[in-house]
């Protein structure tokens, strides 16, 4: 439907009139006169009539004011309802990129890649389908730093996920560093609060210890889901043959286990994709998305035509002086052909 902002600035409308019939006239000039003896022959001369202004001027003026009025009163078209789905869920996700998340031990469509690009590939798709969540990003190795404050902008977030790297950070785990930053960030807000860690091995780094971290953690009430990533066993080539080694020995469980009991959430083991996929599909029936809980009416400004077509008005009825003053280009090249030779 068409609205109109700001409709009192048609009180304005009459204004022209109301000084033209208001407004007294301009009185004749009576100032001093030059006198000439042969006044008598050149008196007719000055005896002409005023000439009125053609019709199209005074029209035109008038739907110039009309235009501009028409811009003055905002006009706006609303449009239909438009449902936003807005859960009031802040939820963050903490990503270990130390040196041992490059090791090649994920299996992902019959092939074995490195652990951080599964975490990539698999956050990716379960950042798309938190719409309505404000969403962040925490990355951690030897520190943890804030790459992506909460926002609703989950394709930012996707993507600057996508682009980190191994060792970023640095070489180490500070899962503690990690929850603790993830608090700092959530701890002020009235809203449910999550936190999704992932990590492949123990705390080696930080100034906080995971568990002390995980209890001020509960005292916000942020709850804490925690996914182990990597696999249990992989066959290594040596001189000495092939043999089989558990690349996830240095796991802490024990750990993850008592942080996410500590704040009602749960710990995952991800050996392959296929469970890391699994995983964020649990993570998302317990922490569902909400449906439409907002209605929102786009808004679009139409003050920018009734202006356009006044600058187009303006622009014709001034054109006689443009075109008086308009030179051709080649007028300018012998105007400075002929000062160059004079000087």
């Known amino acids: 439907m068409l609205k109109f902002l700001w409709l009192w600035a048609l009180l304005a409308a009459p204004l022209p009139l109301a000084v033209w019939w208001l407004w007294p006239p301009a009185r004749a000039h009576r100032g001093s006169a030059l006198r000439i003896p042969f006044f008598a022959s050149v008196r007719g001369i000055g005896s002409?009539?005023?000439?009125?202004?053609?019709?199209?001027?005074?029209?035109?003026?008038?739907?110039?004011?009309?235009?501009?009025?028409?811009?003055?009163?905002?006009?706006?078209?609303?449009?239909?309802?438009?449902g936003l789905p807005v859960t009031g869920r802040d939820l963050m996700l903490a990503v270990d990129i130390s040196g041992s998340m490059k090791t090649r031990d994920m299996e992902s469509r019959d092939?074995?890649?490195?652990?951080?690009?599964?975490?990539?590939?698999?956050?990716?798709?379960?950042?798309?389908?938190?719409e309505g969540d404000r969403v962040g990003l925490i990355l951690f190795g030897t520190r943890a730093y804030l790459q992506t404050p909460l926002t609703f902008d989950r394709a930012t977030v996707a993507t600057l996920l996508e682009e980190a790297e191994i060792g970023f950070a640095g070489e180490r785990t500070a899962i503690g560093d990690a929850i603790g930053l993830a608090v700092k960030r959530l701890r002020h807000r009235d809203t449910d609060r999550v936190l999704i860690?992932?990590?492949?091995?123990?705390?080696?780094?930080?100034?906080?210890?995971p568990l002390r971290a995980a209890e001020l953690a509960a005292s916000a009430e942020l709850t804490i889901y925690t996914i182990g990533v990597g696999a249990d066993e992989l066959l290594v080539r040596s001189f000495a043959?092939?043999?089989?080694?558990?690349?996830?020995?240095?796991?802490?469980?024990?750990?993850?286990?008592s942080v996410a009991e500590l704040t009602s959430g749960r710990y995952f083991r991800a050996r392959d994709?296929?469970?890391?996929?699994?995983?964020?599909?649990?993570?998302?029936?317990?922490?569902?998305?909400a449906g439409d809980a907002e209605l929102l009416r786009p808004v679009t400004e139409l003050y920018a035509y009734p202006?356009?077509?006044?600058?187009?008005?303006?622009?014709?009825?001034?054109?006689?002086g443009l075109a008086s003053i308009y030179r051709p280009p080649s007028t300018y090249a012998r105007y400075l052909g002929t000062a160059w030779r004079r000087g």
């Open 307 to 320: 202006l356009g077509i006044l600058a187009l008005l303006v622009l014709w009825w001034i054109r006689p």
């Open 48 to 82: 002409a009539t005023h000439v009125a202004a053609p019709r199209w001027v005074n029209v035109t003026m008038a739907v110039g004011w009309l235009l501009l009025i028409c811009a003055a009163v905002r006009p706006q078209w609303v449009g239909e309802p438009v």
């Open 241 to 257: 043959g092939v043999r089989r080694v558990n690349p996830s020995i240095d796991l802490d469980e024990a750990t993850l286990s």
């Open 111 to 130: 092939d074995l890649v490195s652990r951080l690009a599964v975490v990539k590939a698999v956050a990716g798709e379960f950042i798309g389908r938190r």
């Open 273 to 289: 994709r296929a469970a890391l996929d699994e995983i964020y599909a649990i993570i998302d029936k317990l922490e569902p998305v």
């Open 197 to 209: 860690l992932l990590t492949d091995g123990a705390n080696t780094a930080g100034a906080v210890a």
